[in-house]
């Protein structure tokens, strides 16, 4: 009986890419699984020709052998048309070596997963934790000594994370022997599964800690001690290992996780290593010159000098007062951004002597705003014509 081209087996064209074999391949394979067809003595071999034609297409070599000579290629110890020794022993008659090879990455959507036959310890580790921590923007600047106190799971010390009452001791399971899965033939696949007796953990308690329950933990609050660098930014993760939820029955820790939030602060923002700051400035100051203190995140002054004629908006660069850089001795920026104030609540006489130092003015002494009606002007004249 001749044998079906392996792309009409699995219901793709010829052109088919990798992700649309590998679509394909699943589909045909969830259809035809002994598992799901045990009485059709057919889908078994449906499915060994489904499997066969996907180790082949997957494969580039053995794909570009196929598409020139069809199932030819793969006769006679491998050699197609043209004498022996065309593509190896690699390429041998029909499927051949384990039937499970190229069902290994579909096998998690049909069952879930199949392990080895690696023993199980019964041990199972403990959940990571999550910790958020809000500091300050001084805080990150200099680092931080904190304590906190975790809700967490510990050790049981009746039962030294054991899970049996004292004087006694977890046996081996004898549903799966200790391996916490068992195996069942379906067709000529073995599957394996996590033991129904002990979940999977390879050993039964029939005496329990009545501290623990046999869970060989319980839960108490733990305070430890944190360390944060100088430099850490908005959502930066710090990794505690050891220091998560206890183990099942004696396993490892799981770990815990700080993540870090900034507060915001009243003066500066933060980007990155640099450090932004709008400063306002009295109108004389940006008009004659003149300098201003402004403050550094550790505390300190810096004194920043005001060129005559300063706009709103200028901007004034420090160099390296910003904020240090996470596991380095550099430090960023800091920018200060001048805002320039308008006088409010003037008297007559301030206002008589602003008038007449107005009068006084030229297009000189405004470049920007002359320049920005000068455009008007010719823009008004543009639309009427």
Not at 134 to 153: D, Q, Y
Not at 243 to 270: C, T
Not at 293 to 312: D, H, L, M, R, Y
Not at 361 to 375: A, D, H, K, Y
Request: proline share 5%; aromatic share 8%.
């Amino acid at each position: 009986m001749a044998k079906q081209d392996f792309y009409a087996l699995l219901g793709v064209d010829k052109g088919a890419d990798k992700d649309e074999l590998k679509k394909a391949f699943r589909k045909a394979a969830m259809k035809y699984h002994p598992d799901r067809n045990p009485d059709d003595p057919e889908a078994e071999q449906k499915f060994k020709e489904v499997n066969e034609a996907y180790e082949v297409l997957k494969d580039d070599q053995k794909r570009a052998a196929y598409d020139r000579f069809g199932h030819a290629a793969f006769e006679n110890g491998g050699a197609g048309p043209g004498g022996p020794g065309g593509f190896g022993g690699g390429f041998g008659r029909g499927f051949q070596g384990d039937p499970s090879s190229a069902f290994s990455d579909i096998f998690e959507d049909l069952f879930g997963g199949m392990g080895g036959g690696r023993r199980s310890s019964g041990a199972g580790r403990g959940g990571d934790l999550r910790y958020n921590m809000e500091i300050s923007l001084e805080e990150a600047f200099e680092g931080k000594k904190a304590t906190i106190r975790v809700p967490s799971s510990v050790s049981c010390d009746e039962c030294h994370g054991s899970g049996a009452e004292k004087g006694s001791e977890p046996v081996t399971c004898p549903t799966c022997g200790g391996s916490g899965k068992v195996r069942a033939q379906q067709g000529f696949f073995t599957i394996e599964r996590t033991c129904p007796n002990c979940h999977g953990q390879g050993r039964i308690i029939s005496n329990p800690c009545s501290s623990c329950h046999g869970q060989g933990r319980v839960q108490k609050d733990r305070t430890l001690n944190v360390n944060i660098p100088a430099g850490v930014e908005e959502g930066t993760r710090i990794r505690l290992a050891g220091e998560g939820e206890a183990g099942m029955r004696g396993g490892p820790n799981g770990d815990l996780y700080i993540f870090l939030s900034i507060r915001p602060h009243d003066i500066f923002e933060r980007d990155g290593s640099d450090l932004y700051a709008r400063v306002p400035i009295p109108m004389t100051t940006a008009v004659m010159g003149g300098s201003v203190e402004v403050p550094t995140v550790n505390g300190g002054k810096a004194k920043v000098t005001i060129p005559a004629g300063t706009q709103s908006g200028r901007q004034f660069r420090l160099r390296g007062k910003g904020m240090p850089i996470l596991r380095a001795s550099a430090h960023g920026d800091m920018y200060i951004q001048t805002q320039v104030e308008t006088p409010v609540n003037l008297t007559k006489k301030q206002k008589d002597l602003l008038k007449e130092f107005e009068d006084t003015l030229t297009e000189n002494n405004n470049p920007e705003s002359s320049g920005f009606f000068s455009r008007v002007k010719d823009f008004w004249a543009t639309m009427k014509d």
